[in-house]
């Protein structure tokens, strides 16, 4: 039973899997050409007690080579008295103060910058996301801008870190993101299926802005849900490598779980939100059809490859191991387990020579990261768990470092 469970789990993902490359071939969703000479952006950084990093952000805005008015530039916060506000005017930048405060979430606060800036009579032709801690190289805003051009509705730029070098967590954590978005929303780009939005760096076209007359994207990560929305109402985006900008890490096994925690419950929030609306949207002559059922499949084929494969090695072992001492078993199950360890070892080798341009890590960090950034993929599985089985899961602060690679 075990077995047959096994290989008919692992038969399902696998034809999930090449079903996913196959129909995202298909897609036909291209971007609409507008004719706009001049460009009105503006920047909204969520900073509720961001004062030890917002003036490194807006020192990186003010060095752009294509300039966005520091008055366009607004920083949200929710305390009148929060010393994140003297930096903030002192850099001559725009601040929002929260009223709502009961509404706790990323998404709210978003909302409420957005609906004083339309309620001011604004009107920008993109809004710019970031969060408190990113630093931008100094050409972000001047790709973005070709992506922009382009006709792109959200336009995503390249996620570095900050503070790789800090430690071995902050290094491997850096390396989700090579899963995320090098691995993951380049090949999506290069076939023109609906990228993942994952944190911030990314901007939203205006008249979208417009058309909602909010910001509507409130579950715990409102940035997969804005990733869903635009696979479910055909919106077009591009994951641009040239545009970067640098977010800090966590620096503890503590953080990074809180942290991924919080993700996978938001994943899963953002899902249910959405999934009738994708199938209602999951129409052959669609042409965003196939983004529209990776989304629907997001990760399960996934999923269901590594049950299947943990049901058929489970099924190995009572087989195997039936009649045989303790010390035997121990010694099969610990060469099992090596054997997943150098697996994953190599995996993350191939991310680190991915990111060899890009990254800047010591080679010491690098070993560090080798070697522990499979404990940390593993990690996922005790952090879905709570996930799963926590009803009421708040968004906690990540305490912010003191020394980072990049500096303005």
Request: charged fraction near 35%; aromatic fraction near 4%; hydrophobic fraction near 35%.
């Given at each position: 039973m075990i077995l047959k469970l096994g290989i008919t789990l692992l038969i399902i993902g696998l034809i999930l899997f090449f079903s996913k490359i196959t129909i995202q071939k298909l897609n036909r969703n291209y971007p609409k050409k507008y004719r706009q000479k001049?460009?009105?952006?503006?920047?909204?950084?969520?900073?509720?007690?961001?004062?030890?990093?917002?003036?490194?952000?807006?020192?990186?805005?003010?060095?752009?080579?294509?300039?966005?008015?520091?008055?366009?530039?607004?920083?949200?916060?929710?305390?009148?008295?929060?010393?994140?506000?003297?930096?903030?005017?002192?850099?001559?930048?725009?601040?929002?103060?929260?009223?709502?405060?009961?509404?706790?979430?990323?998404?709210?606060?978003?909302?409420?910058?957005?609906?004083e800036i339309l309620k001011n009579g604004k009107d920008y032709s993109a809004y710019f996301i970031f969060d408190a801690d990113n630093i931008l190289d100094k050409n972000y805003i001047k790709e973005m801008t070709k992506t922009y051009d382009a006709g792109y509705d959200i336009g995503i730029g390249y996620r570095n870190s900050k503070n790789g070098n800090e430690n071995a967590v902050a290094a491997s954590s850096s390396l989700i993101f090579t899963i995320i978005n090098t691995v993951g929303n380049q090949n999506k780009t290069e076939n023109n299926i609906n990228s993942t939005i994952s944190g911030t760096g990314f901007y939203i076209r205006g008249n979208w802005i417009k058309k909602w007359k909010t910001y509507p994207f409130h579950t715990l990560t409102e940035d997969y849900e804005l990733s869903l929305y635009a696979m479910a109402n055909n919106l077009t985006t591009y994951y641009n490598t040239d545009a970067i900008y640098y977010d800090e890490q966590p620096t503890s096994y503590k953080e990074y779980k809180t942290q991924r925690t919080r993700w996978i419950k938001g994943y899963f929030e953002a899902r249910n939100k959405y999934r009738k609306k994708l199938i209602k949207h999951l129409k052959l002559n669609n042409p965003n059809y196939g983004s529209i059922y990776s989304g629907l499949i997001g990760v399960w084929d996934i999923i269901l490859i590594l049950i299947g494969i943990i049901l058929i090695l489970i099924y190995e072992f009572i087989k195997i191991f039936t009649g045989i001492n303790i010390i035997s078993l121990i010694i099969r199950i610990l060469c099992i387990l090596i054997g997943l360890y150098i697996i994953l070892i190599l995996f993350t080798v191939w991310l680190l020579y991915k990111e060899e341009e890009k990254f800047n890590l010591t080679w010491n960090i690098k070993i560090k990261t080798i070697f522990l950034h499979p404990f940390l993929l593993l990690a996922y599985i005790p952090c879905a768990i709570t996930a799963i089985f926590t009803k009421d899961l708040k968004w906690k602060p990540i305490t912010h470092g003191e020394h980072y690679d990049k500096k303005i």
């Open positions: 001049n460009h009105n952006f503006c920047i909204l950084i969520p900073a509720r007690n961001e004062s030890k990093v917002i003036e490194d952000l807006l020192k990186s805005i003010q060095k752009q080579t294509v300039k966005i008015p520091m008055k366009d530039v607004y920083v949200i916060v929710e305390d009148e008295n929060d010393p994140t506000i003297k930096i903030t005017k002192k850099h001559k930048s725009s601040v929002i103060v929260r009223k709502k405060l009961d509404l706790k979430r990323k998404g709210y606060a978003l909302m409420e910058a957005i609906n």
